[in-house]
């Protein structure tokens, strides 16, 4: 290149550091920050990339590559979005890419390797209807049969920049992407019918009708099509969704067939916005209870992030629908966080029922396709064609989207560990970054929960946040009668059926007499959490991790719920050759399978990841609950979140004690959270509820904190125990894991970065040590724990740790270690 020239900063979605490239003359005018270009990386591969700067003279004394081209005229990402994203690489220890990765769908991150294929019904459809170049015809032509990845396409079709063509056909849907393909993907499309254009006048209609007095159906059809479009157009005849017009009409697709063959209706395919839905408002704000009320003028007029405290049941969706509608008349933009997807079945419907089609939906069981529209739809100008969405509704991922004006962020459940990401990088906690991307936007920041996490609360003590307190039940519902069944004293007193101590077997029968609902809580899925050979006591493991393996009844397989693997249950031990193999402990699977024995009258669902892989089906399960299809919902930790079911008097925790006893310092924090959430499903609106614990401690703090619905001792009981030991919100913990799949590599490198830590960090550095499971997906695990100072420079701290990472690396022998660090963990 010139020793003068235009050079832009390039980020791609890759573990690396920005790059440099030159802009050839001839595309200066179009290059702007956030656009994405192509770029060649090394001598084969190409990328898409994002433009975050721009220079200009730059004198450099070596060769800067050229851009091969530029995809968008405009910025698909905006300033605010692109601080946010650094922020988060700077506070959490990763690079800029990785944050770019996790924050675009697949559509936005093309590269060379990226498989492509035609789809073959949409190229049908609308060859005819898009306009194809040259290019566009050769590209279409070598996918006739095959897929290719793009390297294979330009190489195939003989030019070096095809990009902008795919960008194009994909976006037409003419092609798909891999991704796609392995999710039986297609585009969204829909059949319209109209008049054939031989029936341009009554007479022509009326004939028509008469040639069908013999085929009442068809007769039926042309009828309902006339009734619809009414008044007819002859010109320009009114289109129907062929669907819309079979269902009102009540015929079948080959009635149609029949009428289109005689040239009575014509069809036509079109592509649809994914985004379109047919949500009207149809009701007014709710009406706020003075308790409510109080607290939405004390949120609205606060100036800091706001904590919300308000008990199961106080109404904190009501008070957030009302923040949401003031949000809008502002004409800003609000985020609605979640911290499972599983909860926005249930919030949807109530957000749709009041602000209609203004509510939109990001998380990762949507199809690529349809997360790239929503993304594509925060980018449009108010003044565009198509409505813009105003609310997100979302998990932590929801958080990168390319908002402009945002005046509400709404983090619902802000406790939850979901919102931190664990793997891949950026490993970040959307609550904490949300508190700075309301910053960044000069946005209301509300976080709420019946039990705040421990270091949200220790921050509105603090002058940090505003606390803002709901404490009575809407409707003046009283809070759950909560008592435990001592475990220990039930087996010895010969009680216990099954898994059930018999007061909880009884409340279950007496509650289903009642024709109210039950929830049963056990934070274990599966059948049975391993199994073991009665013969030699050998316990069936992970052939990469060190874990046991669940046995799951409804494919008779032991899964390792760490890594996937799994093997059908054997017939006989592996060692002994015994056929004495027994289950061991109880999983949600195994209360299902009891309870439909002990009860079987009973309508029994379970709800747990197993139960809701598909799209639709925790959506299905929730609306059975609501329906009372279903009389006993069995679950994890998922029916302990934000659910809203009033016909519930009922619940039941299975077993207490493996939330009590797990080896984290945020156990009891964990084990109060979980217990007082899913008793708060209880007694909702005017029912009286009830709570039975199983536990063999009935006499723990936690519990009968719990009982006493008390968190503020809890909370002193436990912020007394952080102080001590200095855990946060005392200290700022960071936790640096080292793998590897020797395990002699891992070893011997952390005694070399322990002698690296404790030069910086003295007594404040612990491990290394392996953590529960020392061995995950056929990599050897050691931890660090550092425990820094608040008052401490995080930024300074944090570039000596990337220094001793670049150590680390420089090592040979330590080649294909992999080194991370977790900021804050969960």
Not at 72 to 97: R, S
Not at 237 to 263: A, M, Q, T
Not at 541 to 547: A, L, M, Q, R
Not at 787 to 802: G, R, V
Request: aromatic share 8%; hydrophobic share 40%.
């Amino acid at each position: 290149m010139d020793k003068k020239s235009l050079a832009i900063e390039v980020l791609l979605p890759l573990y690396l550091k920005t790059l440099t490239y030159s802009v050839p003359c001839e595309m200066t005018n179009a290059v702007k920050t956030g656009v994405r270009v192509i770029i060649t990386l090394g001598n084969k591969k190409m990328y898409s990339g994002i433009v975050i700067g721009i220079s200009e003279n730059v004198n450099t004394d070596f060769e800067i590559k050229d851009i091969i081209g530029i995809i968008d005229e405009t910025p698909i990402i905006t300033g605010l979005q692109l601080a946010l994203w650094k922020w988060i690489a700077a506070y959490y220890i990763c690079t800029l890419g990785e944050v770019m990765k996790a924050a675009l769908p697949a559509c936005l991150k093309l590269e060379s390797q990226t498989k492509i294929a035609l789809n073959h019904d949409i190229y049908t459809d609308l060859s005819d209807e898009v306009e194809l170049n040259d290019t566009d015809k050769q590209i279409i032509d070598c996918l006739l049969d095959k897929q290719l990845s793009m390297d294979e396409l330009s190489k195939t079709v003989g030019k070096k920049n095809i990009l902008p063509n795919i960008k194009k056909l994909l976006d037409t849907g003419i092609l798909v992407i891999e991704e796609k393909l392995v999710n039986n993907y297609k585009s969204k499309y829909q059949s319209f019918i109209t008049l054939h254009p031989d029936i341009d006048s009554e007479q022509k209609l009326g004939a028509a009708l008469a040639s069908l007095k013999k085929a009442r159906k068809q007769e039926l059809l042309l009828l309902k099509y006339i009734e619809l479009a009414s008044p007819l157009d002859y010109a320009c005849p009114l289109e129907i969704s062929k669907s819309e017009l079979l269902d009102k009409s009540g015929v079948s697709e080959s009635v149609y067939r029949f009428c289109e063959k005689k040239e009575i209706f014509t069809s036509t395919k079109r592509i649809i916005d994914r985004l379109k839905n047919d949500a009207v408002a149809q009701k007014a704000l709710p009406e706020l209870s003075p308790a409510q009320n109080e607290a939405f003028e004390q949120v609205r007029t606060a100036d800091k992030p706001v904590l919300l405290h308000g008990i199961t049941s106080s109404g904190k969706t009501e008070v957030y629908i009302r923040l949401i509608d003031e949000t809008l008349k502002a004409n800003r933009q609000v985020l609605y966080l979640l911290p499972e997807i599983a909860l926005t079945t249930q919030i949807i419907e109530r957000l749709r029922i009041v602000f209609g089609a203004k509510v939109g939906i990001y998380h990762s069981n949507f199809s690529d396709a349809e997360r790239t529209e929503v993304y594509n739809n925060l980018l449009k100008s108010d003044d565009s064609e198509g409505k813009r969405v105003e609310i997100i509704l979302g998990v932590r991922s929801s958080l990168l989207l390319p908002f402009d004006n945002l005046g509400l962020i709404i983090v619902d459940e802000e406790h939850e560990s979901s919102y931190k990401q664990y793997e891949p990088a950026p490993r970040y906690n959307a609550r904490d970054a949300a508190v700075i991307l309301g910053k960044l936007h000069g946005a209301k920041v509300v976080l709420g929960s019946a039990t705040p996490s421990l270091e949200s609360y220790y921050n509105a003590l603090q002058g940090k946040y505003d606390l803002v307190k709901l404490t009575e039940r809407y409707g003046k519902a009283i809070l759950p009668e909560i008592r435990t069944i001592d475990m220990k004293r039930a087996y010895w007193k010969k009680t216990v059926v099954s898994n059930f101590s018999e007061p909880l077997l009884n409340a279950i029968r007496e509650t289903l007499a009642r024709k109210e609902q039950v929830i049963l809580f056990q934070n274990r899925r599966g059948f049975s959490p391993f199994v073991q050979c009665d013969g030699c006591g050998q316990v069936a493991k992970c052939k990469y991790c060190d874990v046991s393996l669940t046995y799951h009844k409804y494919n008779n397989a032991l899964t390792c719920h760490y890594c996937g693997y799994s093997i059908s249950m054997p017939p006989v031990c592996p060692s002994c050759n015994s056929p004495n193999i027994k289950t061991k402990g109880f999983g949600t699977e195994k209360i299902e399978d009891e309870l439909s024995l002990l009860i079987p009258e009973a309508r029994i669902e379970r709800l747990d990841l197993d139960a809701t892989k598909s799209k639709y089906a925790y959506g299905k399960i929730l609306h059975g609950f609501e329906a009372h299809t279903i009389d006993i919902l069995v679950g994890t930790q998922m029916i302990t979140k934000g659910l809203d079911f009033g016909n519930v008097s009922l619940v039941g925790i299975m077993n207490a004690d493996n939330l009590l006893n797990f080896p984290d310092f945020r156990a009891y924090e964990r084990s109060f959270q979980l217990m007082s959430q899913v008793a708060g499903r209880a007694g909702r609106k005017d029912k009286p509820g009830e709570v039975i614990i199983q536990t063999s401690m009935p006499e723990n703090p936690v519990i009968r904190q719990v009982i006493k619905h008390d968190y503020a001792a809890f909370f002193a009981m436990q912020i007394d125990e952080r102080r001590l030991f200095n855990y946060p919100p005392f200290r700022r913990l960071i936790v640096l894991s080292i793998k590897h799949p020797k395990q002699d590599v891992v070893r011997e490198a952390g005694t070399f970065m322990k002698t690296l830590l404790i030069n910086i960090f003295g007594k404040d550095v612990a491990g290394p040590e392996p953590p529960p499971v020392g061995r995950v997906q056929n990599k050897y695990i050691l931890n660090f724990r550092i425990k820094l100072k608040k008052d401490a420079n995080l930024n300074h701290y944090k570039s000596l740790i990337s220094n001793v990472f670049s150590q680390l690396k420089s090592e040979r022998k330590y080649a294909g270690l992999v080194i991370i660090a977790d900021i804050d963990p969960a």
